[in-house]
């Protein structure tokens, strides 16, 4: 019986690129497409056994052997080293850490770790010859939301299989911090849990973040109505500026126990970066909680 030889590599004409921060799925799948393939049909070509149940993406995700990465990069002609800096990596499961087997598994992914929707025009650029949705992560210092400046497009929860038009809330573009200015883990961390409860409760910016709502929505008359509300599933996108100005306020404050001056102080300047005459939070609202915090 003749062995199967592995499918050569295609011509530079049909090379797909891996977005930043693009799932495996995703670019597996759109790789496949460009063939007129399936993804298991793609990974059979190139000697890669599957395992687990395939759902199409943002659903699942695919987790590749060493060896099922290399014969990847050799399809492709994309070197292991990008392909590593485009997909995220994680730990793959113990079934498929043999360091010689071209061994694929795929694993469902929970709602508030799948990815989202990417730019669709910075996919058709990547994707020349056919344009299939891609799916990336968020950058993990950022709010869980997607922003492409270039093209004014943004997703911020993966039931919506497309991006959306922002053109209509630049304040969603003039925010994005710079490389030197990320905000810490910590205070990114309490800054979404913060915005989310006041947004939730209809606290201290509910007008403008209603108001930024409708123009949203406005916008985008596609945005799928049940069973989860615009409200819900555009919140990310709704409270990013003010998420980020909060982060990069406490990444700023000074050693705790903070005294009544500094925290006057602290409150007085982040009702001027929020843009709102005073600020006077009560005392079980999150911010205070934080700024109390040992």
């Known amino acids: ?28 799948t759109r790789l496949a497409a460009t063939y007129q393939l399936t993804v298991d049909q793609l990974l059979d070509g190139l000697h890669i056994a599957a395992t687990g149940t395939f759902a199409a993406p943002p659903a699942t995700d695919i987790h590749l052997s060493a060896e099922a990465t290399r014969r990847l990069s050799a399809f492709t002609r994309i070197p292991p080293a990008h392909l590593n800096r485009a997909l995220p990596r994680q730990p793959p499961p113990a079934s498929i850490g043999m360091a010689h087997a071209a061994l694929a598994r795929w694993q469902p ?5 799948q990815p989202l929707a990417a730019c669709t025009a910075c996919t058709a650029h990547r994707s020349p010859h056919k344009a299939v949705p891609a799916w990336i992560h968020p950058a993990p210092d950022l709010p869980r939301a997607i ?11 993966p039931r919506h299989p497309a991006p959306l038009n922002i053109h209509p809330l630049p304040e ?18 309490w800054a979404s849990t913060i915005t989310t409860r006041w947004y ?28 989860a509300s615009p409200a819900l ?16 306020a406490l990444d700023r404050l000074p050693p705790h126990p903070l005294t009544r001056a ?13 843009q709102l005459p005073r600020f006077a939070p009560a ?12």
């Open 1 to 28: 019986m003749r062995a199967r030889t592995m499918w050569p590599s295609p011509p530079g004409a049909l090379r797909v690129q891996p977005l930043p921060r693009e799932s495996t799925a995703s670019y597996l």
């Open 109 to 113: 992914l929970q709602p508030a770790v």
């Open 147 to 157: 922003i492409c400046t270039r093209h004014q497009q943004a997703s911020s929860d």
């Open 172 to 189: 969603l573009t003039r925010t994005r911090p710079g490389a030197r200015h990320r905000a810490t883990t910590a205070s990114l961390s």
């Open 200 to 227: 939730d409760h209809h606290q201290h910016l509910h007008a403008r973040w209603h108001t930024r709502l409708n123009r949203l929505t406005d916008a985008n008359p596609h945005i799928p109505q049940g069973p």
């Open 233 to 248: 599933t555009c919140r990310n996108l709704i409270t990013y500026p003010e998420t980020l100005t909060l982060a990069a």
């Open 262 to 274: 500094q925290q006057t102080a602290f409150l007085h300047h982040l009702a001027g970066r929020l």
């Open 283 to 294: 005392d079980h609202d999150l911010l205070w909680q934080r700024l109390h915090a040992r």
